[in-house]
């Protein structure tokens, strides 16, 4: 897995893109898990990332439970908007891959390009989610490499 999602980013690093990750971690208030597990985890992946020549730059993660109905768990914005807002990014000349119709929906709503990578297995799951929410993703890859080389392609 993190050969291609490791090649994937150090291309799009290579491309001058910044790499955000946002996350909806409703474990954490739910106490499944700590938000500093949630913490170590992206450190982690960054350690495994790293002999990729890749890494991810900053995390975004929402903690809270979907019933709580905050801004900031996807599909709502506001953690894109705080991602924009402290590192001077350019929302229309940004792209965000997902494997949920809610990254897409959130992707859309900020004028983003949007990609959905889902495998074959998550593939008749994905669609339903989309039709539900009434989005449809620019580009449809079946791997996290798949979609950013898609992204890259277009310049
Ligand atoms: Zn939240």
Sequence with gaps: ?????????????????????????????????????????????????????????????CPHAPERGC??????????????????????????????ALDIEAGQKLGMLTALAVGPHHWDEAERELAERGVRPEIVASTFRGAVLRILARG
């Design 1 to 61: 897995m993190f050969r291609g999602v490791g090649e994937a980013l150090s291309l799009a690093h290579d491309h001058r893109f910044l790499i955000v990750c946002v996350t909806n971690q409703s474990g954490v208030e739910r106490g499944f898990y700590s938000a500093d597990d949630v913490e170590r985890i992206h450190r982690r992946l960054n350690e495994l990332l790293h002999p990729h020549r890749a890494a991810i730059d900053a995390f975004y993660s």
């Design 71 to 100: 801004a900031c768990r996807k599909p709502g914005t506001l953690l894109f908007e705080r991602a924009r807002d402290e590192w001077g990014i350019d929302l229309a000349a940004s792209a965000i891959v997902g494997d949920r």
